[in-house]
C-alpha cells in the first residue's frame, strides 16, 4: 500500500503514543491510528477527473517553415517549393507508369535533391520545412542521392555498376553468375 505524504490538508500519519503497549489506553490509540492510516489512503485516492487534457505547449514550428509569398496570394503560391517538390515528384511516378523505369525514377530522386537544394537557399520555403534545416537537408540529400544511385545501378542495363548490389542480389538468390 503506497504510503501517504503529509501536506497540507493530509494527515501527517500514524502518531505514536508514549503509553506502554499493555495498556487500555494504547489499544484505543492503535484504533485511532490506524483509522488515521485508512484517512489518509482514501485522501491520497482521488476521484478520475472528466477534465480535458490541456493542450501540448512548447512545441515550435521547424525553422523556415512561414510561407514563402505574403497572404496576398493563393496558397499553392505561398507554398510553392513544395508544389515543385511534389509536381516533379507526380511526373517521376508517371514516367514510371509508362513503363519507363529508371527515368521515373531518377525524376523522383532529382526532386528530393531539388528539394534539399530549395531547403538550403530559401529562408523561408512553408511547408517544405518539416523539422531543423539540418535534419531536412540531410534526409532529403541523402534519399535522393540514394535513389538516383540505386536507378542508375538497376537492371537491365546498369548504367553504373556497384559491386555490392549485386553481392545483395545474390544472398537473395536473384543474380546471375
Known amino acids: 500500500m503506497p504510503r ?3 501536506g497540507p490538508g493530509r494527515p501527517s500519519g500514524p502518531k ?19 483509522a488515521e492510516v485508512v484517512s489518509a489512503a482514501a485522501a491520497a485516492v482521488s ?13 515550435f514550428p ?10 496576398s496570394h493563393p496558397v499553392p503560391v505561398r507554398q510553392w ?4 517538390v511534389l509536381t516533379l ?13 529508371r527515368p521515373g525514377v531518377i525524376t523522383i530522386g532529382v ?4 528539394g534539399c537544394a530549395l531547403r538550403i537557399a530559401l529562408p523561408e520555403v512553408g511547408m517544405l520545412a518539416v523539422r531543423s534545416r539540418f535534419t531536412d537537408v540531410l534526409v532529403m540529400g541523402v534519399l535522393g542521392v540514394a535513389i538516383v544511385v540505386l536507378a ?8 553504373i555498376t556497384l559491386p555490392f548490389v549485386n553481392d545483395i542480389a545474390r544472398f537473395f538468390g536473384r543474380a546471375q553468375g
Open 62 to 71: 521547424p525553422e523556415g517553415s512561414a510561407a514563402a509569398a505574403d497572404r
Open 152 to 159: 542508375l545501378a538497376s537492371e537491365p542495363n546498369p548504367v
Open 89 to 101: 515528384v507526380a511526373v517521376g511516378l508517371a514516367v514510371t507508369s509508362f513503363n519507363a523505369f
Open 4 to 6: 501517504a505524504e503529509s
Open 16 to 34: 505514536h503514543s508514549s503509553k506502554p503497549s499493555g495498556s487500555p489506553e494504547s489499544s484505543e490509540s492503535t484504533a485511532d491510528q490506524a
Open 47 to 59: 476521484p478520475r477527473s472528466r477534465r480535458r487534457a490541456d493542450p501540448t505547449t512548447g512545441t
Open 111 to 114: 526532386a528530393l535533391l531539388v
Open 81 to 84: 517549393p513544395i508544389v515543385v
